[in-house]
């Protein structure tokens, strides 16, 4: 699976990227959640349905079009 460092998430409506917060990494839009900790719940056998729950911040629709965009 291709991580957040390799692909350009620009087009990803459901992502954010500000130098200001959290580094300037990519954070799911409207928090501060890293991007990364998606790939790395999903590595650890977390479910998008479990990781929304872990990360209030996030909506499914947020996780599920991330996993799409890092698909393709």
Known sequence: MRTQTGLGWAGCTAVE??????SGAWVFRGTRI????LFENLEDEVSLAEFVEIFP???LE?????TE????
């Open 17 to 22: 990227q500000d130098p200001q917060r959290v």
């Open 34 to 37: 890293p991007v990364a900790a």
């Open 57 to 59: 911040g996030v909506s």
């Open 62 to 66: 947020q996780a599920l079009l991330v």
């Open 69 to 72: 965009a890092s698909s393709t």
